[in-house]
């Protein structure tokens, strides 16, 4: 079935270097995509989200980046902190009353 | 304000034994979900309560699984007869749609 994935299940990156996490989709139909951060032992928290008529969107130090030729999701943190430390999931919003979320990827700054 | 809250935090419980996780939603939210996680993966949608309409339950994984939305507030997710593989963190998350989620802490389950 359609479903969400993602390339690199952790990503290591140096304290003040950006990280870059990636996400493939498959549903072409889905038109609205989040970006979650889970921290160890909470829920996900809401990061930034992307609507299907967008490129690109900024926030605070964050931007998602969505290419719909290649149905892929990106989320760039600029300026990595130790509280980025985490696991990022993305997700996606087609038919149905639920979303559909990818695998996660974990990332780990190095002070 | 306060956010959405789930008891207990962590149980621990024997084969066969039945639980009941609880989930205390934002107040005003309409959207209810229940999603399961298990260790390193991803989130597994379970059950889906909008407003007044009749639950989406198309997650529950078996009959064993149930839930209830009492009030058009709290949930409790019961799972009878509980197995091993049924260890894993319950979320809750309540919302407006199901574009606007947040989410409680979670239970952390094992069943021995």
């Known amino acids: 079935g359609e479903s969400v994935g993602l390339h690199l299940p952790t990503l290591s990156v140096q304290e003040g270097d950006n990280s870059i996490i990636n996400c493939a989709y498959s549903n072409s139909a889905s038109d609205y995509f989040i970006w979650y951060k889970q921290e160890s032992g909470k829920g996900p928290q809401f990061i930034i989200d992307?609507?299907?008529?967008?490129d690109k969107r900024q926030g605070q130090r964050v931007t998602v980046l969505l290419n719909k030729t290649v149905k892929h999701l990106s989320l760039q943190i600029a300026a990595t902190q130790p509280g980025d430390s985490a696991v990022y999931f993305c997700a996606e919003n087609n038919a149905g009353n639920m979303l559909t979320f990818g695998g996660g990827t974990r990332l780990m700054v190095k002070p | 304000g306060a956010g959405v809250s789930q008891s207990p935090s962590n149980k621990v419980t024997e084969k066969g034994k039945d639980v009941e996780l609880r989930c205390d939603p934002i107040s005003g939210h309409t959207a209810l979900y229940w999603y399961r996680q298990s260790l390193g993966q991803g989130l597994e949608f379970l059950i889906y309560f909008q407003g007044n309409s009749a639950p989406d339950k198309s997650g529950l994984p078996s009959d064993r699984f149930s839930a209830e939305r009492t009030g058009g507030s709290v949930s409790t997710l019961t799972i009878q007869r509980t197995q091993q593989e049924d260890s894993a963190v319950y979320l809750c998350a309540s919302g407006w749609t199901k574009e606007t989620q947040y989410f409680g802490p979670g239970t952390r389950l094992l069943v021995l």
């Open positions: 992307i609507r299907s008529n967008m």
